[in-house]
């Protein structure tokens, strides 16, 4: 009898620790796309993939001609990436970390963004003035949206019901009903606006203008700019931290990242971090800042509270970031 107990014991014990073991494997497979930044490497052709927990480059995967833009589905399964030079969108796995398709998009796509729930992709077309609408899966065109002059940054809201295009050469942003698809509404912003982030909340819109040297804060819910903000010399990408509270943007030509209370709506600090910095986010994960440096091709880590840079990442060459490289970032 005790022998009966002993063995139907250990069989339980087997099954709990086969349990545990596909559990463990099945976290560690849906939650692995998550760990990683996707950068893209104009200077190369090639997208990095760094592994945020081990702080080191992962993978290298060649895209197009001279990548830009990018944007990393919520759940990190599907990254996108724009080639202006080969006009090309291609499109990664995530987790095996290899090119699922790639189309032949528009004349100069460069801004690209993802909604929500992924049944949209939206990208930016630098020279024919529209906003593309793509299927996720085959990257087919379904439709085109007529927009200002020289669109760049793109950014959802958290419905997937607006779409916001900043217009350089416009010094506007429009908003796009995403049902409608076309634009509803134009806001002034300052001079030659690129890269726009939303806040975690969904009530603000940041936006870089990048010849006016300062950043334009608009109100989402009354539709106005509400502050214009002093920055560094040739504000470029935006991130902002989970809590909202505070705003990181870079400046190019001042090789720094601008720290911007959200409350007082001004600079509060300013980091040097290296040459010519572009793409900017915020991991949701770790709350840290991640920064692709143009000339020095490295992923620069700021820690958000003590405002200190705390590792560097080797990348591919002339890393640009332009756009969501991380999942769930801001």
């Keep these: 009898m005790q022998k009966e107990i002993q063995i139907q014991l250990n069989h ?6 086969l349990l545990l073991v596909l ?41 197009g001609s001279k990548p830009a833009g990018v944007a990393v589905s919520k759940n990190g399964k599907r990254i996108y990436v724009t080639n202006p030079e080969s006009r090309e969108v291609y499109l990664l796995d995530g987790v095996k970390l290899k090119t699922i398709t ?5 004349q100069g796509p460069l801004g690209i963004a993802v909604n929500p729930d992924g049944s949209r992709v939206y990208v930016a077309d630098w020279y024919e003035d529209l906003v593309y609408v793509l299927d996720p899966e085959d990257l087919s065109i379904l439709t085109k949206i007529p927009v200002g002059d020289s669109p760049s940054g793109l950014e959802v809201d958290m419905d997937g019901e607006w779409l916001y295009v900043a217009e350089r050469d416009n010094n506007t942003i429009s908003i796009v009903d995403t049902h409608l698809n076309q634009v509803l509404k134009r806001i002034e912003v300052g001079k030659r606006p690129f890269g726009i982030r939303m806040d975690s909340n969904g009530k603000r819109l ?11 804060v608009i109100d989402l819910e009354k539709l106005k700019v509400i502050s214009t903000i002093p920055v560094g010399s040739t504000p470029y990408g935006i991130a902002v931290t989970p809590d909202s509270q505070r705003v990181f943007v870079t400046n190019q030509h001042d090789n720094s990242v601008s720290v911007i209370d ?13 040459e010519f910095p572009e793409g900017i986010i915020v991991d949701p994960t770790d709350g840290r800042v991640y920064i692709a440096n ?10 958000t509270e003590k405002l200190e840079i705390i590792n560097r990442i080797p990348t591919g060459e002339s890393p640009r970031a332009f756009g ?7």
């Design 12 to 17: 339980s014990t087997r099954r709990v620790a």
């Design 23 to 63: 559990i463990a494997l099945l976290i560690s497979t849906t939650g692995s796309a998550a760990q990683y930044a996707f950068i893209t490497n104009q200077g190369d052709d090639s997208v990095s993939v760094i592994d945020l927990v081990e702080s080191r480059l992962t993978a290298t995967l060649q895209v």
């Design 102 to 106: 790639h189309s032949q998009v528009g």
């Design 206 to 216: 940041y936006v870089a203008n990048v010849a006016s040297n300062d950043l334009s």
């Design 262 to 274: 959200a409350n007082k709506l001004r600079e509060i600090h300013r980091i040097k971090v290296g």
């Design 294 to 303: 143009w000339f020095t091709n490295e992923l620069v880590v700021l820690d």
């Design 324 to 330: 969501v490289f991380i999942a769930g970032g801001h």
